[in-house]
Each structure stands twice: as structure tokens, then as C-alpha cells.
């Protein structure tokens, strides 16, 4: 299998994604590790954390050994996801639809998830050659919306990012969300520095989807 798409299997096997973003590198380090201890094994560094690109390269040498899988968000334009990669980034996740990036990290074999809010946009995504399409904001959208969209784009790997919690997780799933991109409602508790309180709701995060799974392929 090539590499790319080993990378995109992997991201749908764990149906999560959970986003990283801290006030502070160390933050965000320890996010990470409360987040991996909770089961959760993919993890998108948001580079609007400070030295996220150092991060990445931290996270890579730490947890990438463990199987974790750490990707690049909040990449803005391809020069960025080319540092991102450089940094040991495995996939790169863009708030909307750049193709000069998606062509850039189909050109290195790394899975390009953009953000998308319209059909068009959609289409535009799929038809640069994105892996896996961002539904964002999912605030604003909502499971109703997937499921319309994926009527007459049955094919279209869709990935809500924003608002999805353990309350709404179940529903997105139901409407055919391929996997789930989660941050403030697992990761808040480490603004306190209580980051058992991050692994518990990740660990609770992760047995929604697998119990939501198991219903859907019985």
C-alpha cells in the first residue's frame, strides 16, 4: 500500500482526530500525552500554538514510536505544510481549501484534510485530491447537513471539525461522518492544568465511537 494512503486508512480506522492547540508548547505537550493515555492516537498540532513546529518534531520522536500518529493544523498555505512535513507532520489539516497545499502534499505522499463548508467547496476539495474532506465549521453546520450532502456525494469522505462533543458524536456518525475532529471538548481541562479530567474524556470519546461503530458493522 502506498504510503499516503496507509496514512488516510489510519486516520479512518480511529475515526478521531483530535486537535492540539495550547497557550504554550509544554501545554500542548501535555495535552498530547493526556489525550494518547485516553486512547486517542491521532493528533493534529495546531501551529497556532507556539513552536508547533517543534512540537511536532517532539511528539513524532515521543509518541510517534507508541503509534501515535501527529499531523500539522491550521496550515494556511503550502510553504507552511512543507515545513510542517519536514517537521515529521504525517498528514497536513487546512481550515478551507488551498490546492497549491494539497497538491504539495500529494506531491510528498502525506493525506491533505481541508476545511470546507459548501458542496462546491466540497467538489473543489475532491477534486484536488484531498484525502479526507474538514466539514468547518461544525458549529455552524450539522449532522442534517452531512447527511444531505451525502446523497449526491455518496463517495465523499466527510470530516466534521468544531462543536463535536461526546453529546453529538453518536449523531454525526449516523449521518455518515468517516471520522470525527474533536478539540475544546475533550482538551479544556488542561487550561486548569487538570489533564486526567483531558484523558477521561478522551478515553469516553473513544469508547462512544467504537460502541457507535460496533452498532453500524454488527
Known sequence: ?????????????A??????????????EQMANACFEGGIAVMEVALTTPDGLKLIHKLQQSLGPQGALIGAGTVLDAPTARQAIDAG?????????????IRL???YQIPSLPGAMTVREIILALEAG???VKLF???TL???FLKAVRAPLPHAPLMPTGGVNAGNAAEWMAAGAVALGV????TAPADQGDFAAVACRARELVAIIRATRALQNP
Open 1 to 13: 500500500m502506498h504510503q499516503k494512503n496507509e496514512l488516510t486508512r489510519r486516520i479512518l480506522d
Open 15 to 28: 475515526g478521531l482526530v483530535i486537535v492540539i492547540r495550547g497557550g504554550s508548547a509544554d501545554i500542548a
Open 89 to 101: 507532520a504525517r498528514y497536513i489539516v487546512t481550515p478551507a481549501v488551498d490546492e497549491a497545499t
Open 105 to 107: 502534499c500529494n506531491r
Open 130 to 132: 484531498a484525502d479526507i
Open 137 to 139: 465549521t461544525g458549529e
Open 142 to 144: 450539522s449532522p442534517a
Open 183 to 186: 478539540g475544546g471538548s475533550v
